[in-house]
């Protein structure tokens, strides 16, 4: 039976990224498809919901990070099916006036959060696709919320994975910085297959070929690339548990979460 919060325009038949991240993270908003997929891809590298967790604590960790550094504006592009530790929830913890903008493609990630943040004044999302930047920058919900003369923070976070070099991630990346003012940051993670898991490269790929999004693994020269126009703060771009971890325990075996991660100052 299709479920209440389920958009009668989605296909429950092929399995969503979003909602394959969703189980992996342990939430509830899946089906049999995206569950059926996440335990192939699990099958390939048993450690994908491990993976999905520490990207998760990286964005968290990032966030608080800007939020203590100043930042308000957040504006957070693939963000996902919302689950514990959202952007909102930890920007505004710190700094209860911060604003923030989902984005994303699925129409179940976007229903769900629209469902959290019906009473809150400080967040919106919209559906749009982050291979359509334009659109996105355009979008009247976002400039109601967030006034790019100012800084802002861009979450582009266990995204770009799925989006493909002829749609040319790059210069995607470039139309949304040129965007943005100085002193504003990126924020940006994905999967690489320069770690230990790269013998599993075309298991996990074959498994993202059935999905509405397939998987385009990346190394650390490309992904520092997308960094353009950015000034790394430290540690620079790494495994996502090393980047500033709330305990050094945390850090060891980091190449594990599969992840690499960054933040990135815009200068001017």
């Given amino acids: 039976m299709r479920p209440d919060w389920a958009p009668d325009t989605i296909d429950v038949e092929r399995p969503s990224v979003a909602r394959m991240y969703d189980y992996y993270l342990g939430g509830s908003h899946n089906f049999a498809a995206d569950r059926a997929a996440a335990g192939a891809m699990m099958a390939a590298v048993a450690e994908a919901p491990l993976m999905a967790q520490a990207n998760r604590a990286f964005l968290r960790r990032a966030v608080h990070f800007l939020a203590e550094s100043g930042v308000r504006q957040f504006l957070d592009i693939g ?26 493609v699925d129409p179940v990630a976007v229903a769900h959060s629209r469902e959290i943040l019906a009473r809150n004044d400080r967040a919106v999302v919209f559906q749009e696709d982050l291979r359509r930047p334009e659109r996105i920058l355009d979008h009247p919900d976002l400039h109601a919320l967030l006034d790019l003369s100012e800084p802002v923070a861009l979450m582009i976070v266990a995204v770009l994975h799925f989006v493909a070099d002829d749609d040319r991630p790059a210069e995607i990346l470039r139309t949304l910085r040129d965007a943005l003012v100085p002193g504003s940051y990126l924020v940006l993670s994905q999967a690489s297959d320069v770690g230990q898991y790269g013998d599993a490269r075309a298991d996990a790929e074959r498994v993202y070929r059935n999905t509405d999004n397939p998987l385009i693994l990346r190394d650390r020269a490309e ?15 790494v495994w996502v548990p090393a980047w500033r971890p709330e305990f050094p325990e945390h850090a060891e075996d980091a190449a594990r979460s599969g992840f690499l991660g960054g933040v990135g100052r815009l200068g001017g």
Avoid: W
């Fill in 79 to 104: 963000s996902g099916i919302p689950t514990v530790g959202n952007v909102h929830e930890v920007a505004q913890r710190v700094a209860p006036d911060s604003r923030v903008v989902y984005v994303d």
């Fill in 223 to 237: 992904l520092t690339g997308f960094f353009d126009g950015f000034e790394l703060v430290e540690p620079g771009l």
